[in-house]
C-alpha cells in the first residue's frame, strides 16, 4: 500500500486511526502489528510470510545476544549478531540482487537462472532497520525486546515500513513500550503529514511527468537545454517524493504517538557534496555510518584505510538505491567527490563565492541524477553527452522550449519549495495569522491532493527499486 | 498552539478523511460514466482460489483483488466528476498546456496529442495487411487515410507543442501500397482548414469534414462529387461534448454542433451480428439513428455506432455499383454522402470482423473495395491482420 492513494487516504487511514484510538493502551501495538501487516501485504500477500519470518528470527536473535551479554559470553553475543545479520542480508540479497548478479554471471557463460521474483515492498528499508536491533543490543544501546508483538510492531510499523525514514532499534524502543499521545502531536502530525502529500501528489508527480518525456525522448532528439531540463526535473521529483513520503511518516508517526527522526533537511542548498550528504536522505547515511563505516575504523585509521573505507560504504550506498549497476557508479561517482573535498576540495571551496559553491554542489548533483535516473548504459552515455554539449538535436528546440514554459510555473513553486523559504516565511508570521491560514492551506492541500489522485493516472511509486 | 486550536486541526483533518469514507461507502457506485465515456469499475469479490492450483487461479494471491479494488476507489470515488474538472482547471492555473495528452488549443478547441507510434512495426504491418488484402481480392482497391486535428489544425497547438508528422506517415503508406489507389483527403481538408470541418470536442471529423474527404476520395473512386450547395444543412444537435472532452477533464469549452447534409430518404441500414448462440441476426439501423441525440454519445447518431458489419443500401439508386469499406468510426460520417452513388455500400470494421472479407466480397458481388482509416487508428491498430483472411 502506498500513502498517495485514495484507498490509503480515505479507507484505510481513517478506520485504523479510529480503531487505534478506542483500544485500550496495552492492546495498542497489537492492533498496529495487525494493520502494518495488512498494509505490507496488500501488493503480495505472500510475503508477509517472509515478514513473519523475519520477525520472529531476529526476536529470538536479540534474545540470545542478551543472554549471551548476561552470561559474559560475548563470544556468543556476536555470534548471535552476525548470524542475524547473515540471514537478513542473505534475505535482502536473494529477494533484491540475484537476478542482477544471475544476468551478469550469464554474461561470463555460467548459467544461473534469473528469478523475477517480485520486491518485496520496503525491503531494503525494513531489513536495515531490523539488522540495527540486534546491533543495538549487543552495542547496549537497547535491551533486549522481551514481547514478540511489540518487535513485531517495530519491524513492520507502517508509516516508514516503505520509505524511511530508517529507524535505529535504540531510537524507537522506548516508545514501542511508552508513548504518549496529544492532541499537540496530533495536530503537528497532521501539518506534516499535509505537508508531505503535497509534495508527493502536487509537486513530485507533476514534475515527473516532464522527466518522464526525456526519459521516453529518443536519444537522437536530445538538445542541450533538453537534458538539463529532464535532469532538473528529476532531482526535484525525487527530493519531493522522497522527502515528501518522509513527511507524511513522520506525520503518521506522530498521529500514533511516535516520533521519528527527520530525513531530509533542504539537500538543495547545499555547499559541497560532504554537505548534501548531511541533508540528504540522513536516516541512511547516519545508518551507514554508525554500522559500517565507524565498525571500519572510520576516519580515525590512515589515509589509504579511510579511502578504502569511503569506496566500501560509498559503493554499498550505491547498490542499496537499486539492483543495477548504474547505482553502484552512482554511489562511486561520490566516493571520488567526496575524497576529493576531504582531501583538498572542501579547503578550496571555502575560500571561493558562496554562489560558485552552490553552482559547484548543483552541477554535481545534478550530474550524478542523471547517472542514477537512466539505468541503461548506453543511454546514460548518450543523455551526459548531451547535457555536456553533445546533443544530436543541438542547443535547444521547439519542443524544448514548449516543455520550458508549460512547466515554468510548477520549476518555479518546486525550487522555491526546495528552499527554506517558506519556512522562514511561516516562522515570521503573527500567531494570530497562522492560526487563520494553517486551517485554510491544510484544506487546500487536502483537496487538491484529491483531485490529483481522483484524476491519478499518473502516481508512481519510486521505491520498488530501493 | 493552544491545545484547543489543536484538537480543532486534528478535528478538522479527522473530518476530512472521515467525510470521504462514510461518504463513499454511502453513495451507490455507478455503472458507467457518461462524462467520461467509460465504464466504471465495480467493487471486485475476494476469490482465494484453490490450493491445488497453488491459489493462482483466485484474484487474491496474485494481486488483482487489490489492483481492481484500488481502481474502485478512484472510479467511484464520491463527486468524481467535479474533482477532475478541478484538477483540469488547476493544470491550466498552473500554466499548462494539455491535460491527460489532450492540448489546450485555441478557438476552444481540445486537441489529442499525436506522437510518433510507438510500434513502427505495426505500421508496417498494418501496411502489409492492406497489401496482402489489395492481392486476395480480385476488384479495385482504393486506399487512404485521414489526418486529425493534430494535423490539419496544428497552428491551432500550443507554441512549440511535440506533434509527430502524420504527412510523413501518409506518405509512408501511400509509398507502401502500391497494388492500391491512393485517394488524398489531406489536401482538401488542408485546403478547408478554418472552416469547422472537425468536433473541437471529439476526435471525429464532422459531417463538412468528412464532404471534403468525399471530394478527395471522389477521382480515385470514380463519381462527381455533389457540390456542397445542393445540400441543405440540417442542424442535430448543439449540445454534443465528445470523446476529447471526456478524455481531458476540461470542462469550460463550449459544446459542438452535428450537422447533416444528406437526406436519408429510400436509405436503409441493417447492422449483422451473431447471438450468443452463433445464428446471424439481423438489427436494423438508420442512416441517423436520432435517439442517439438524447444521450452523451451523440456521434453515434451516424449508423448507430460500432458494428461488426454494416449494409447501407439506396433504393433511390438500385442500379448503382456496390462498395465496401474497411473502416474506422470517421466512415459513418462520411458514408451519407457517398450513398448517392453506390446501389449499396458494405462497411466491415477489422475490430469486431472475424470472417474471411474475400469471401465477402465474391457472396455479395462487392465492385469497389475501400481501405479508409484516421492515421492514428490506422498506426495504433491491432485488428487488421483480420482483412487478409
Known amino acids: 500500500m502506498v500513502f498517495s492513494s485514495l484507498y490509503f487516504l480515505f479507507l484505510y487511514l481513517p478506520i485504523v486511526l479510529l480503531i487505534y484510538y478506542i483500544t485500550p493502551l496495552k492492546w495498542r501495538n497489537l492492533f498496529l502489528l495487525v494493520v502494518n501487516l495488512v498494509f505490507y501485504g496488500w501488493g503480495e500477500p505472500v510475503y508477509i510470510l517472509l515478514m513473519l519470518f523475519t520477525i520472529v528470527v531476529d526476536y529470538f536473535s536479540g534474545l540470545a545476544v542478551a543472554r549471551c551479554k548476561g552470561q559474559g559470553n560475548d563470544r556468543g553475543a556476536k555470534i548471535a549478531v552476525a548470524a542475524a545479520l547473515v540471514l537478513n542480508l542473505a534475505i535482502l540479497f536473494f529477494f533484491k540482487y540475484w537476478d542482477l548478479v544471475a544476468t551478469t554471471l550469464q554474461h561470463v557463460g555460467l548459467n544461473m537462472p534469473v528469478l523475477e521474483l517480485a520486491l518485496p515492498i520496503g525491503i531494503s528499508f525494513y531489513t536495515f532497520q531490523t539488522m540495527t536491533y540486534p546491533v543495538d543490543v ?15 510492531t517495530f519491524v513492520t510499523l507502517f508509516p516508514q515500513l516503505i520509505a524511511g525514514p530508517i529507524i535505529k532499534y535504540k531510537e524507537l524502543a522506548d516508545q ?40 521516453a525522448l529518443p536519444t537522437d532528439q536530445l538538445t542541450v537545454a533538453g537534458a538539463w531540463l529532464g535532469v532538473l526535473a528529476f532531482s526535484l521529483q525525487l527530493y519531493f517524493d522522497f522527502s515528501g513520503y518522509s513527511d507524511m511518516a513522520v506525520g503518521l508517526g506522530r498521529m500514533l504517538g511516535f516520533e521519528f527522526p527527520r ?12 554537505e548534501f550528504w548531511r541533508r540528504w536522505h540522513i536516516s541512511l547515511g547516519s545508518w551507514f555510518r554508525e554500522y559500517l563505516y565507524i565498525p571500519m575504523g572510520g576516519n580515525r585509521v590512515q589515509k589509504p584505510r579511510l579511502f578504502f573505507n569511503l569506496f566500501v560504504v560509498w559503493a554499498a550506498t550505491g547498490i542499496w538505491h537499486g539492483a543495477s549497476w548504474n547505482f553502484l557508479i552512482w ?51 548518450s543523455y551526459l553527452r548531451a547535457m555536456f554539449g553533445m546533443a544530436p538535436g543541438g542547443l535547444t528546440n521547439d519542443n524544448a522550449w514548449y516543455y520550458f514554459t508549460s512547466f515554468l510555473p510548477m520549476l518555479i513553486i518546486a525550487v522555491a519549495a526546495s528552499t527554506p523559504l517558506a519556512a522562514k516565511l511561516w516562522k515570521r508570521l503573527p500567531v494570530r495569522a497562522v492560526k487563520i491560514v ?3 492551506l491544510l484544506l487546500a492541500g487536502l483537496i487538491l491532493s484529491t483531485a490529483y489522485l481522483v484524476d491519478g493516472t499518473y502516481n508512481p511509486f519510486l521505491y520498488w527499486n530501493f | 498552539m493552544s491545545k484547543k486550536y489543536c484538537i480543532f486541526i486534528t478535528a478538522l483533518f479527522c473530518a476530512f478523511i472521515g467525510v470521504f469514507l462514510v461518504a463513499n461507502a454511502a453513495a451507490p457506485d455507478r455503472e458507467s460514466s457518461e462524462m467520461e465515456n467509460r465504464v466504471l469499475q465495480q467493487l471486485p469479490e475476494i476469490d482465494l482460489g484453490t490450493p491445488a492450483k497453488g491459489f493462482q487461479d483466485g484474484n487474491f494471491f496474485n494481486g488483482k483483488f487489490m489492483r481492481d479494488f484500488e481502481t474502485y476507489t478512484t472510479d467511484q470515488f464520491i463527486g468524481r466528476d467535479a474533482w477532475v474538472d478541478l484538477k483540469a482547471r488547476t493544470e491550466r492555473a498552473l500554466g499548462k498546456k494539455e491535460n491527460n495528452n489532450v492540448y489546450f488549443a485555441d478557438n476552444g478547441t481540445l486537441i489529442t496529442r499525436f506522437d510518433q507510434p510507438k510500434d513502427p512495426e505495426r505500421v508496417t504491418d498494418n501496411l502489409n495487411y492492406v497489401n496482402n488484402f489489395v492481392e486476395n481480392v480480385d476488384i479495385p482497391v482504393v486506399f487512404s487515410l485521414i489526418p486529425t486535428q493534430a494535423c490539419i489544425w496544428a497552428d491551432r497547438l500550443p507554441e512549440g507543442a511535440p506533434n509527430a508528422s502524420q504527412t510523413d506517415l501518409m506518405a509512408q503508406a501511400q509509398g507502401a501500397v502500391t497494388g492500391a489507389v491512393w485517394a488524398d483527403v489531406y489536401t482538401p481538408l488542408m485546403e478547408h482548414k478554418d472552416e469547422d470541418i472537425y468536433y473541437r470536442t471529439d476526435h471525429h471529423w464532422t459531417s463538412l469534414g468528412a464532404y471534403y474527404g468525399y471530394t478527395g476520395l471522389a477521382s480515385a473512386l470514380g463519381y462527381d462529387p455533389v457540390p456542397l450547395s445542393d445540400y441543405t444543412p440540417t442542424v442535430r444537435s448543439t449540445e454534443f461534448y465528445g470523446t476529447v472532452f471526456s478524455s481531458s477533464g476540461v470542462r469550460w469549452v463550449s459544446p459542438d454542433t452535428i450537422t447533416t447534409y444528406v437526406p436519408d430518404d ?20 438508420a442512416l441517423y439513428v436520432e435517439s442517439f441525440l438524447s444521450v452523451k454519445d451523440k456521434y453515434s ?45 458494405h462497411l466491415i470494421d477489422p475490430r469486431y470482423y472475424h470472417l474471411s472479407v474475400k469471401d465477402y466480397v465474391e457472396q455479395n458481388g462487392i465492385d469497389q473495395a475501400l481501405v479508409l482509416y484516421s492515421v492514428p487508428n490506422f498506426v495504433s491498430d491491432g485488428n487488421l491482420f483480420w482483412i487478409t483472411r
Open chain 1, 138 to 152: 549487543y552495542r547496549g544501546d537497547a535491551e533486549a525486546q522481551r514481547s514478540l508483538v511489540n518487535f513485531g
Open chain 1, 176 to 215: 514501542m513500550t511508552y508513548r504518549t499521545h496529544s492532541p499537540e502531536q496530533f495536530a503537528s502530525g497532521v501539518q506534516v503529514f499535509v505537508v508531505g502529500l503535497a509534495k508527493k501528489v502536487l509537486l513530485a508527480n507533476n514534475i515527473g511527468k516532464l522527466w518522464d518525456v526525456y526519459l
Open chain 1, 263 to 274: 530525513n531530509f533537511n533542504y539537500p538543495y542548498i547545499s555547499k559541497s557534496v560532504t
Open chain 1, 331 to 381: 554511489g562511486l561517482y561520490f566516493a571520488v567527490l567526496i575524497i576529493a573535498e576531504k582531501a583538498f576540495l572542501g579547503k578550496v571551496l571555502e575560500k571561493l563565492p558562496a554562489a560558485v559553491q552552490h553552482i559547484y554542489t548543483l552541477f554535481l548533483v545534478l550530474v550524478s541524477w542523471a547517472i542514477f535516473a537512466v539505468e541503461d548504459f548506453a543511454h546514460m552515455g
Open chain 1, 438 to 440: 494553517l486551517p485554510v
Open chain 2, 266 to 285: 429510400g436509405i436503409t441500414v441493417v447492422s449483422h451480428t451473431y447471438d450468443n448462440a452463433g445464428n446471424p441476426v439481423e438489427e436494423q439501423r
Open chain 2, 301 to 345: 447518431m451516424f449508423l448507430g455506432g460500432n458494428q461488426s458489419l454494416g449494409v447501407v443500401k439506396n433504393a433511390n439508386n438500385p442500379d448503382g455499383p456496390k462498395l465496401l469499406i474497411i473502416r474506422d468510426s470517421y466512415a459513418d460520417s462520411l458514408v451519407p454522402f457517398l450513398t448517392a452513388h453506390y446501389s449499396e455500400i
